[in-house]
């Protein structure tokens, strides 16, 4: 047959394609980086001088956010949920099919969205054609996780089970309703289609991205520290909250415009309330960390894992606090959304998947990771990086905001040039992530073809090593 | 006469009076210059009302656990206080421009308010609700236990233990936590602070 149906493959083929993607979507987000510091970089260079800025935004996050990210997180669903159901992935043929399917849509993406083909809206940018295509993509991925979900042997759901089957079930409502029910005509304009953007835009991220990366989270704590979460009650409040509060909150994205004020009010009021099921989960993960500090200074996946929650913490503080009116004022449209994106997606999400990606692969493959030294240098890297990237892109956010307030139509030019700085020790940063991420590949590509052999007793002898 | 005590009259109550009897209302082109006076209540109100609530629930460390049974109420009714206080308060704060309202308006943002509320607390009501019938809602603790049985092997960490001194590196994420909501809370506020009158936002 075709399409492999042995264990774990379908898991596995979706973390190598995932990070392939990542550094092509990466690779393009730099390069927009470069170009905001050299806009004429291209200019008059045969092909390449189609490359504007506005095709490669998009093409860089389409593919870490459908490439990458998406496609972790499938890989993610076929690892974990099979494990917290007692039972195998439904098909791992259908999986493994799923896996082409999904590496020829991004390709698809990447093609003609460089070719200028945008639909002109957030995250959405891709052709009618292709957003059928996706929605295809996950209804294959869903129906195999659901059907995993009938067939399982545990009957009581772990708080992971939980939040998987919430995006699941949400994920495809946000994506069909908040692509226009996927008509060709786009119905729905101006204003009004702003209001659908966004309902979409903030959604995608609290109902697909947020539930699987903290539901692999409540999954790899136990498994690194040993210790069950603190408190499954706690961890049920906070999945109830977070499917119950994130609904109304993407109107924060249209605050001072030309929207309802009632509307804006509703995503202003539920954005604050945010603040309780990111703290049932910092409040959980503290409680499991308790006695197992020690292990983050050996433990690269543990490392990452803190770290995520940190960035975790601090996106749904920015969040909150830049859906108020006042603040808003200031920094909407500046670079500090771009800094809050990033510590979302790359700081929170990205990181759980590096640390997902560091425990499952070696299980799915059956090696132990080739290189330790690499996975600490992939950690550091990332962690400077990433940190060079949103410091700056917050000061910058502010110091355009305070240019524009200050007089737009004089100081516009000025706030552009102010922003040179920048722009550049954001350059710097996205090429230290990428740097780290080339290394991530790596290892994960020397692992595969030179690991050592990985199996459950290792984890055994690895007590012995640590003294115990 | 039970129906007349019973908590599901007194929404129903409120929500055909809000429908019936709205107040004023009206929509400019302007934006800006409203309080977010009801932000800040709500957020402290939020932190309260969540630490009261874990108290009440005993989701706290065990050796505070006495002391959350304790004040977790008052913490909670101290949230409430703040919230429903702050309200007031928040209301009697000016606007920068009063514009004249209408009920016809006012009507109308009304039953869009509420009936997106309703369609939202009926889907998840539902969803909730189903939870719960179907018999997979387990609050209880014992379900923790199941992924740490699940045939996956732990990492060798799982087994690795803390050595004397390593519980201090917990304070290394707070700590970290601290600084970057000082940064972030500091330079927002050196931006508006600095905001010249008349500033075109």
Known sequence: MMFSNVEGSASRNFFYTAVIWMAIGMSFGLFAAVLLIFPDLVKNIPVLEYFTFGRVRPVHTNLVLFGWLSGAYFATL?????????????????????????????????????????????????????????????????????????????????????????????????????????????????????????????????????????????????????????????????????????????????????????????????SVCLIIPVWTVLTNFYGTMNGRWGAVKESVPLKFTVTAMVFYFITCFQGPMQSLRSVSSIIHFT???????????????????????????????????????????????????????????????????????????????????????????????????????????????????????FSGESAEAGSIVAGV | MKWARSRGTALLTALLALLLLPGRAAASHLSGGESDLMGIYGGI??????????GILGLVPARWRWRGYRWGRWLLAAGLLVLIGGGFHAATVGTVEQRAGDEAFGRLATQQIVGTLAVFFTFWGAVYYLARKSGVLNMGESVKYSVLRNGDPPEWTAYRVERPGEHRLMWVPVAAMGILAVFFTAGVLIAILRLQPGARL
Request: hydrophobic share 55%; glycine share 10%; net charge positive.
């Open chain 2, 45 to 54: 109100s939020l932190v309260l009302g969540f630490a009261g609530l874990l």
């Open chain 1, 335 to 453: 670079n500090w959304v771009v800094g809050h994106a990033h510590l979302a997606v790359l700081g929170t999400f990205s990181f759980i998947m590096f640390a997902t990606i560091y425990y499952a692969l070696p299980r799915l493959i059956n090696r132990e990771i080739w290189s330790a030294k690499l996975m600490d240098w992939h950690y550091w890297l990332s962690l400077i990086g990433f940190t060079l990237f949103f410091v700056s892109l917050t000061i910058g956010g502010l110091v355009q905001g305070s240019d524009w307030a200050a007089n737009q139509s004089a100081n516009f030019i000025a706030s552009v040039i102010n922003q040179r700085p920048f722009n550049i020790a954001r350059a710097f940063g996205g090429a230290m992530i990428l740097g780290a991420q080339v290394l991530f590949i790596y290892n994960i590509f020397k692992t595969a073809t030179a690991g050592r052999v």
């Open chain 1, 78 to 270: 076929f690892y974990m949920v099979p494990r917290v159901c007692g039972t195998k992935l439904w098909s791992e043929r259908l999986g493994n099919f799923t896996v082409v399917f999904y590496n020829l849509l991004m390709t698809a993406y990447g093609v003609t969205l460089l070719l200028g083909m945008n639909a002109g809206r957030e995250y959405a940018e891709s052709t009618w054609v292709l957003k059928l295509l996706t929605v295809v993509m996950f209804a294959l991925v869903f129906f195999n996780v659901l059907m995993t979900f009938a067939n399982r042997k545990e009957k009581e759901l772990y708080v992971t089970a939980w939040y998987m089957l919430g995006a699941i079930v949400t994920a495809p409502v946000i994506y069909v309703i908040g692509n226009q029910f996927l008509l060709p005509t786009n119905p729905i304009t101006g204003v009004n289609d702003a209001v659908v953007n966004w309902f979409y835009g903030h959604n995608i991220l609290g109902y697909w991205f947020t539930p699987i990366g903290v539901g692999a989270v409540y999954y790899l704590l136990p498994k690194l520290t040993g210790n069950p979460i603190w408190s499954h009650k706690l961890s049920m409040i906070g999945f109830w909250m977070l499917m119950f509060v994130y609904g109304p909150t993407g109107a924060h994205h249209l605050v001072n415009g030309p929207v309802p004020y009632w509307l804006q009010t509703v995503a202003i009021a539920f």
